[in-house]
């Protein structure tokens, strides 16, 4: 009698990798678990940055196994977050007006509120004629160059000059300016407007304007990582509006328009300010939010 043969060996089962998909997933719960705003939303940029892949690869490739390193590379991403270092710090890079920046520990993020300000000043620039005239624009405190390189995309035949303290930024908003073809930007080390003489068009500004006792209590994302001098506008967030009241009107050019950012509850004060240095202000533009959030102003007439 032939002896029975042995049983093959149980082969281990395999191990099933951790999918595109299934990283997307476990990311995005952990967010939600970790009190982010936007899980789904962050979990999907953070992992087609990790893998470099685009929205439409990210989607093709959804059920493919990561590697170890891949799996890696998300979670270093994902810690960061739940650190809540903001997404567009993490991938360096964030969308304005159409237009996509780099971003640094330099300069605040723009923001969405920000565009505001862009379509504030084109309407007022509509307002006293066309666009397609040759237009000087200021951007006082350009940061990363956001509202300026808005206003250049639109304003085809304009030419503008960004001011900032900070030479990083100046550098950040240099290369912006240069990866998006607008050579019609020049950067300038100075504070607000000090190295500046009119006349121009259209001057603008996002200046710091959180009170600097309000600080401390802000997100920890803006708290913990936007530069404290992009922020801090003194004691009653008013500093740099005072600033720019006192240079503007020198500045601006007959029919030149000035448009600013607000913080909330600023619309009254900032109006005032201004009025006080001779200038119009209009009624304030809301943000999508129904926050008073742009300022346009004109000199007025005498």
């Given at each position: 009698?032939?002896?029975?043969?042995?049983?093959?060996?149980?082969?281990?089962?395999?191990?099933?990798?951790?999918?595109?998909?299934?990283?997307?997933?476990?990311?995005?719960?952990?967010?939600?678990?970790?009190?982010?705003d936007a899980?789904?939303?962050?979990?999907?940029?953070?992992?087609?940055?990790?893998?470099?892949?685009?929205?439409?690869?990210?989607?093709?490739?959804?059920?493919?196994?990561?590697?170890?390193?891949?799996?890696?590379?998300?979670?270093?991403?994902?810690?960061?977050?739940?650190?809540?270092?903001?997404?567009?710090?993490?991938?360096?890079?964030?969308?304005?007006?159409?237009?996509?920046?780099?971003?640094?520990?330099?300069?605040?993020?723009?923001?969405?509120?920000?565009?505001?300000?862009?379509?504030?000043?084109?309407?007022?620039?509509?307002?006293?004629?066309?666009?397609?005239?040759v237009l000087?624009?200021?951007?006082?405190?350009?940061?990363?160059?956001?509202?300026?390189?808005?206003?250049?995309?639109?304003?085809?035949?304009?030419?503008?000059?960004?001011?900032?303290?900070?030479?990083?930024?100046l550098a950040?908003?240099?290369?912006?300016?240069?990866?998006?073809?607008?050579?019609?930007?020049?950067?300038?080390?100075?504070?607000?407007?000090?190295?500046?003489?009119?006349?121009?068009?259209?001057?603008?500004?996002?200046?710091?304007?959180?009170?600097?006792?309000?600080?401390?209590?802000?997100?920890?994302?803006?708290?913990?990582?936007?530069?404290?001098?992009?922020?801090?506008?003194?004691?009653?967030?008013?500093?740099?509006?005072?600033?720019?009241?006192?240079?503007?009107?020198?500045?601006?050019?007959?029919?030149?328009?000035?448009?600013?950012?607000?913080?909330?509850?600023?619309?009254?004060?900032?109006?005032?300010?201004?009025?006080?240095?001779?200038?119009?202000?209009?009624?304030?533009?809301?943000?999508?939010?129904?926050?008073?959030?742009?300022?346009?102003?004109?000199?007025?007439?005498?």
């Open positions: 009698m032939r002896p029975a043969a042995a049983a093959p060996a149980a082969k281990p089962h395999d191990v099933t990798a951790l999918t595109v998909d299934g990283a997307r997933r476990m990311w995005a719960a952990r967010f939600r678990a970790g009190g982010i899980p789904e939303l962050d979990a999907r940029i953070l992992v087609a940055h990790a893998l470099g892949l685009d929205h439409a690869a990210l989607a093709a490739a959804g059920m493919r196994g990561l590697s170890a390193e891949e799996e890696n590379a998300v979670a270093a991403l994902g810690h960061r977050r739940l650190a809540r270092e903001p997404v567009a710090r993490i991938v360096g890079r964030r969308e304005f007006w159409s237009l996509t920046l780099r971003v640094d520990a330099s300069t605040l993020v723009p923001r969405p509120e920000t565009e505001t300000v862009v379509e504030a000043a084109l309407a007022a620039v509509d307002a006293r004629g066309s666009r397609a005239g000087r624009i200021a951007d006082l405190g350009t940061g990363s160059g956001a509202i300026l390189l808005a206003l250049l995309r639109e304003l085809p035949n304009s030419f503008g000059v960004g001011t900032d303290i900070s030479s990083r930024a950040l908003a240099r290369d912006n300016a240069k990866r998006l073809g607008l050579t019609r930007a020049v950067f300038v080390a100075c504070d607000l407007a000090a190295a500046l003489r009119g006349p121009f068009d259209v001057i603008v500004a996002n200046p710091p304007y959180i009170a600097s006792g309000d600080i401390a209590g802000l997100a920890p994302e803006v708290r913990l990582f936007d530069s404290r001098p992009a922020l801090d506008g003194g004691p009653d967030g008013l500093d740099c509006y005072r600033a720019i009241a006192a240079t503007a009107p020198a500045l601006l050019a007959a029919d030149g328009v000035l448009a600013v950012e607000l913080g909330a509850g600023q619309a009254e004060s900032v109006a005032t300010l201004f009025a006080a240095a001779g200038l119009a202000p209009a009624t304030p533009k809301p943000d999508l939010n129904g926050v008073p959030r742009a300022l346009v102003a004109g000199k007025r007439a005498r």
